[in-house]
């Protein structure tokens, strides 16, 4: 058995590959980590992996059914079951087996949905993943996770192998740049991660939106508005915690995710939120608040869902959506000074 190629330091490398290396690494060493495929080794970037390790891959062609089916029979019988396959017909084609097969029986079986969100571009909304956080948000007993970076990866991957529950991470493919210089966070499933600390404006963001967030923090600052960018990996559990502790220092919030603004992030910090009475230190009282709202004052405009809205998408690239719906720098800095211009 050959040793693991060792990927290039201080390259740019999309969240898949480094998904595929690390699983090499935990394979060397375990072989209760098995690989099951539905035609999607190459997407996956999992033909190495397969190369490496034939015994611990199986592939059981284009039947996600059959793929979730498969992962919780093994999972069940103690293996560390990886199932990898488009978050697009994962989520969808097979959501009554993660239902039932996995979450419903607790098998630790973890669901690689890959090309998530608007990956796959052009190909139209029949392969765009906007559903998965509202679906599985709505199943008990998993846990839903979407890295931003090569370390959250390798750290998710790592700590997934070690769950023994039932856990969905959603991958896109374009290279994810590095979101600190050094790398030197916990990483727990539910706890967010904070990447840079403002008291004007929260941007809590997710997967492939967090470095968008974090250069649309950097034109703030230019403007002589501070904020906390967060990288809010793990969509359920959600980290209560620090939201409230935003809640409680800053004036606003803004949510970003790849994903529709039904059901997803957006809504889990609204919910979250407004069932628990947060409003920021130092407001008026609440019946002032509730007048404002009504005429569209500062507290009525205090928090904000970037995302894909209620309709089938443009047609175009990633970035192509992405800009068309302000998921990019500008958009979330420009959402950002329209909701402070209140209440600066």
Not at 72 to 89: E, R, Y
């Amino acid at each position: 058995m050959g040793a693991v190629t060792e990927i290039e330091q201080g390259k740019t490398k999309a969240n898949l590959d480094v998904f595929s290396h690390t699983l090499q690494e935990l394979a060397q060493h375990d072989r209760d980590i098995i690989v099951v495929t539905s035609d999607s080794r190459g997407s996956g970037k999992l033909g190495p992996f397969g190369q490496k390790f034939p015994e611990q891959h199986i592939e059981v062609g284009i039947a996600e059914q059959n793929l979730v089916g498969v992962a919780a029979g093994l999972a069940s019988a103690g293996k560390k079951v990886f199932a990898v396959s488009p978050a697009c017909f994962l989520t969808a084609r097979a959501l009554e087996q993660i239902k039932n097969d996995v979450a419903y029986s607790d098998n630790p079986v973890n669901l690689i949905g890959i090309s998530a969100g608007v990956s796959y571009g052009a190909l139209g909304s029949t392969h765009h993943s906007l559903h998965d956080f509202a679906v599985l948000r709505a199943i008990n007993n998993i846990i839903v996770v979407a890295p931003a970076d090569n370390f959250e990866t390798e750290q998710a991957i790592k700590l997934a192998s070690q769950t023994n529950h039932p856990v969905y991470l959603r991958f896109g493919k374009k290279p994810m740049h590095s979101l600190k210089e050094i790398n030197d966070d916990v990483f727990e499933f539910g706890k967010g991660r904070v990447i840079t600390k403002g008291n004007d404006i929260a941007i809590i963001a997710t997967g492939e939106t967090v470095y968008p967030a974090l250069q649309a923090a950097k034109r703030l600052k230019e403007q002589d508005m501070a904020a906390t960018v967060v990288s809010m990996h793990t969509i359920k559990p959600l980290d209560t915690s620090l939201l409230a502790d935003l809640a409680n220092t800053c004036k606003a919030i803004i949510t970003v995710e790849e994903h529709s603004v039904c059901g997803g992030l957006g809504e889990a910090v609204a919910s979250w939120l407004l069932q628990n009475r947060f409003k920021r230190e130092g407001s008026k009282n609440p019946s002032v608040i509730a007048s404002e709202a009504k005429q569209g004052g500062a507290w009525g405009g205090s928090f904000k869902i970037i995302g894909i809205p209620d309709e089938y998408t443009v047609t175009g690239s990633q970035q192509d959506i992405f800009n068309h719906y302000g998921i990019n720098e500008k958009g979330i800095a420009d959402t950002a000074m329209s909701l402070l211009k209140y209440i600066r």
